[in-house]
């Protein structure tokens, strides 16, 4: 007989309220710096039932999606894979692998991104030199070499699209530099790759990583990364392991089957969703071509940034050749609520408009024009429902 006693103090809770209604999920347009909308291409691939992390269909998958990285980072590195995790974990793995306790790495800040990378180097025990500059400007190649001559650093860290200001750093001429004083170049592309030329082997990059739900318009959560020779070379001569295991190259290297062994060896359950839904993404780019897909990005962009121009409104990258493709940052007008505007177009449209991140909080709008949503269409609507936020904004305030 169960004891009074133990009835009477045991919890029988309720099955909560929330979970006995239907899931109910708004169809929204994404144009913030990410995550934007995936293909119904994408979307329905992530349909497919869950398949065995080891099954042959999977590895056959997982092969593919190699081959997709390798051409959109444009590199010949075997080590080419995709980590379970979102952006930030392709950061953190980076330099995790590559750094080591008291090394020196050397991190452009000019954004919230360089911080980000920062503090995660510090975690690893790694000591960090800044090369900074003002939100919205690139470093020059001069200013490059002067720190990395004074910090001989053994690795550096620069973002590609800094995505909090809407900054694109020119990279031609970084990898040599770095290089030259015998560090590893380390590029976070999350914001850029797919919507901006990248050559990561003709520039000299060794370590880079990407996100694959801003241009490459697959799910978050599965991360694109890529190890140059030096860099893979780096990671074997480790005086200590990777400090964390989830992300240590070595191991993953062989689930992905990167070191040319007859085997795979399980290290983790990746996510078949993720892995279908990535394949799809990266198929789609491989028949529309990177050339098509950067000119694709490079037409909605201009499109939009000559209607923001004819507003009269002002851009927030001072030089022209630094402004991204794949987010168009503006000032936001005197006497204007930022909150108001952006809110306004979600209430309406659905759409969202990003506001400021980090050093821009309160001082630009973001717009992302990233994977599906660069297009004249896209562009148009966006601009539309930025446009009548603008007047509403002011009228609200009369
Ligand atoms: C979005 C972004 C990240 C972080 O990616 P998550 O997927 O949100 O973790 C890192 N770097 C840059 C430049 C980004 O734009």
Redesign the pocket.
């Known amino acids: 007989m169960i004891s009074s006693c133990w009835s009477r103090n045991a919890v029988h809770p309720e099955p909560p309220k929330s979970l006995l209604s239907p899931l109910v999920v708004p169809e929204k347009t994404l144009m913030a710096?990410?995550?934007s909308n995936s293909s119904t291409r994408v979307l329905n691939a992530m349909k497919n039932q869950i398949l065995g992390h080891l099954h042959p269909e999977i590895c056959e998958m997982m092969d593919e999606i190699k081959a997709g990285l390798q051409y959109v980072f444009q590199t010949k590195n075997r080590l080419t894979l995709a980590i379970s995790?979102?952006?930030?974990?392709?950061?953190e793995a980076c330099l995790g692998n590559i750094l080591e306790k008291g090394e020196t790495v050397l991190i452009s800040k000019c954004?919230i991104?360089g911080e980000?990378a920062a503090n995660m180097a510090t975690r690893i025990g790694a000591h960090v030199e800044f090369l900074e500059t003002e939100p919205g400007v690139a470093f020059t190649l001069d200013q490059l070499e002067l720190a990395v001559r004074k910090h001989r650093p053994t690795a550096v860290f620069v973002?590609?699209?800094?995505?909090?200001t809407g900054m694109k750093q020119p990279l031609q001429g970084v990898g040599e530099i770095v290089h030259r004083y015998g560090g590893l170049l380390i590029v976070?592309?999350?914001?850029?790759l797919g919507g901006e030329p990248f050559y990561a082997d003709a520039w000299g990059v060794d370590v880079v990583y990407t996100?694959?739900?801003?241009v490459l318009g697959a799910s978050?959560g599965i991360?694109p990364v890529t190890f140059s020779p030096a860099a893979e070379k780096k990671i074997f001569e480790r005086r200590t392991q990777v400090p964390v295991y989830y992300w240590d190259m070595t191991i993953l290297g062989d689930y992905w089957s990167c070191f040319d062994k007859p085997t795979r060896v399980y290290h983790h359950t990746i996510s078949a969703t993720l892995v279908y839904g990535l394949r799809e993404a990266l198929a789609q780019l491989a028949e529309e071509g990177l050339r098509n897909t950067w000119a694709r990005h490079a037409a909605a962009a201009e499109r939009l940034e000559k209607k923001l121009s004819a507003l009269g409104l002002e851009f927030f990258i001072p030089n022209p050749e630094n402004r991204l493709k794949t987010?168009v940052s503006i000032k936001i007008p005197d006497g204007v609520d930022w909150k108001v505007v952006v809110d306004h177009a979600m209430k309406k449209y659905r759409m969202e408009i990003g506001g400021g991140l980090g050093p821009t909080v309160g001082k630009i709008f973001r717009i992302g024009v990233m994977g599906v949503n660069a297009s004249a269409d896209h562009v148009d609507r966006l601009f539309g429902a930025l446009d009548e936020g603008l007047r509403y904004a002011r009228r609200s305030k009369l």
């Open positions: 710096p990410g995550p995790a979102s952006g930030h974990g392709g950061m954004g991104w980000r973002v590609h699209a800094e995505s909090s976070d592309t999350v914001a850029s996100g694959s739900q801003k978050p991360t987010i």
